[in-house]
């Protein structure tokens, strides 16, 4: 019998009694791993009460620093002690290979709660004094109830990473994760209670976009939205956000441009360029889909990736070996092995060998002659590396640029003019330099065009998730005009 996944709402789980179930398929075989109770715009509301409740008591929004940096802190050790049981579910609902599960998402999951933790500890208010006999200081306040809505792709690193902003600023949060992979947040939740997350204070409502999601975003109770998804979707939470006056960020799609210069440690390029689009499936935003060599290396270049990308281990993403497991539905399989009819393939476009159930796609090459052409233009979301070709660097920025996207771009130059003039004229949120998805935290991370609205990560969180409010008082007297004493 599957487990069933309900909402947890003010330190309990529900029971789902009487909710519309939602099944969720494991694309490793295809099998029944889970039902959803599907939180009806009744529970989302009860959820939302609940929060609003925990705000106004102020147990977790008046607490000191000290004491939300102890609990975001044992939140992290819980997770890394827990990293089996967190990865082995994660790995069930989203066919991920447990290997970078382990390595990379769970840990990523960990240290965002760390990051904050310190973060909160460091930062200070602003303080004015250049209008005596002023002193005016700017206060940081929490928003108060955040709607966060987390994607399927990466999901205990990406929704964790909203969480532990909103919490770390004294918010309380409900966490809306995708239909399709519940199961890691149930021990998520548990832990987050061991912890000492006072109840009420943190959320969970499960089901899809257009009945729970649509409910919670568009509740009028709600003050902030953090939504991290694709780009159609996200001009939809938009729509309702920006109706009821929310703050909103965003993170949505990408067709990043991964520029493969002459000048180059090639075999580091080429050790990048397949990690960052065949890790995690192929399905990342910030997959360096689009490669772009230049003419003079071309051949030799993309000759290798395809020799590698034959060899790479496509299995059971239970298995540590594993470096391409399948990807996340049947609808994803059908629409990633889509862009592969008529196109120019060098290998791939097809299912992978050995599988009869499964969501498995044969790791993809393809190479296109115009950047027009919809391999260059849509997210395809899967182990799909398009190549095209360039003469010389002012071509490149120029293909590079031609996208309705902009949410990151790679860059494999040794000469420094041409990095510094490359990287000014891209058109993206982050623009990383001979190497491949490297994050600060720190930083403020998003998208130009519609890659996203806004930012997160350090400052960028805190602008999201705290009001500012200024207070201004003397420090001496000073006179004051006297108006009707005739």
């Known amino acids: 019998m599957s487990e069933l996944c309900t909402s947890f709402i003010n330190g309990g789980w529900t029971s789902g009694e009487g909710a519309e179930r939602i099944p969720v398929i494991s694309p490793i075989d295809e099998t029944l791993v889970a039902e959803i109770a599907q939180a009806d715009a009744a529970e989302v509301d009860h959820a939302v009460r609940a929060a609003r409740k925990a705000f106004v008591a102020g147990t977790w929004r008046n607490a000191p620093v000290s004491k939300r940096q102890s609990v975001l802190r044992r939140i992290a050790a819980l997770i890394r002690e827990k990293v089996d049981v967190l990865a082995e579910r994660e790995c069930a609902n989203a066919g991920l290979p447990i290997r970078q599960i382990r390595e990379r998402h769970v840990q990523r999951a960990a240290a965002n709660f760390e990051f904050f933790a310190d973060f909160i500890g460091q930062t200070a208010n602003e303080c004015y004094e250049q209008e005596p006999p002023f002193l ?3 206060r940081r306040e929490p928003v108060g109830i955040a709607a966060l809505v987390a994607p399927w792709n990466a999901p205990l690193a990406l929704a964790t990473m909203e969480m532990a902003g909103a919490l770390a600023f004294g918010n309380c949060c409900i966490l809306k994760p995708s239909e399709l992979t519940p199961l890691e947040f149930v021990p998520l939740f548990e832990l987050m209670k061991e912890a000492g997350v006072p109840d009420g204070v943190v959320g969970l409502v499960n089901g899809s976009g257009p009945v729970t999601g649509a409910a919670l975003v568009g509740h009028i109770d709600i003050d902030v939205v953090a939504f991290i998804g694709g780009t159609e979707t996200g001009r939809h939470i938009a729509r309702a956000a920006g109706g009821n006056l929310k703050k909103y960020v965003a993170e949505l799609g990408g067709k990043s441009a991964n520029i493969i210069t002459p000048q180059c440690d090639l075999e580091r390029a080429l050790d990048a360029a397949l990690v960052s689009i065949y890790s995690n499936n192929g399905q990342q935003c910030l997959a360096g889909s689009r490669i772009l060599v230049d003419q003079s290396i071309a051949k030799d270049f993309i000759d290798r990736f395809v020799a590698r990308t034959k060899n790479i281990r496509v299995g059971d993403p239970r298995d540590m070996a594993t470096e391409v497991g399948p990807v996340i539905s049947r609808a994803q399989y059908d629409r990633v092995l889509s862009f592969a009819a008529g196109a120019n393939i060098l290998t791939g476009g097809k299912r992978a060998d050995g599988f009869d159930r499964g969501y498995y796609v044969s790791p ?21 590396a398009t190549f095209l070709t360039y003469d010389g660097i002012d071509q490149a920025i120029e293909i590079a640029n031609q996208s309705e996207f902009g949410l990151v771009a790679y860059l494999w130059c040794s000469d420094m003019p041409t990095v510094m003039r490359v990287q000014d004229a891209l058109q993206a949120g982050t623009i990383w330099v001979n190497t491949p998805l490297a994050r600060d935290l720190r930083a403020p991370f998003g998208g130009y065009k519609n890659s996203g609205v806004g930012r997160t990560g350090g400052l960028s969180s805190r602008n999201l998730f705290t009001e500012e409010k200024v207070v201004t008082m003397p420090m001496q007297d000073f006179p004051i005009a006297k108006l009707g004493l005739g």
């Open 364 to 384: 993809t090459v393809a190479l296109a002659e115009d950047n027009a052409t919809p391999l260059c233009q849509e997210e395809i979301f899967g182990p799909f």
């Open 136 to 138: 005016t200081i700017v």
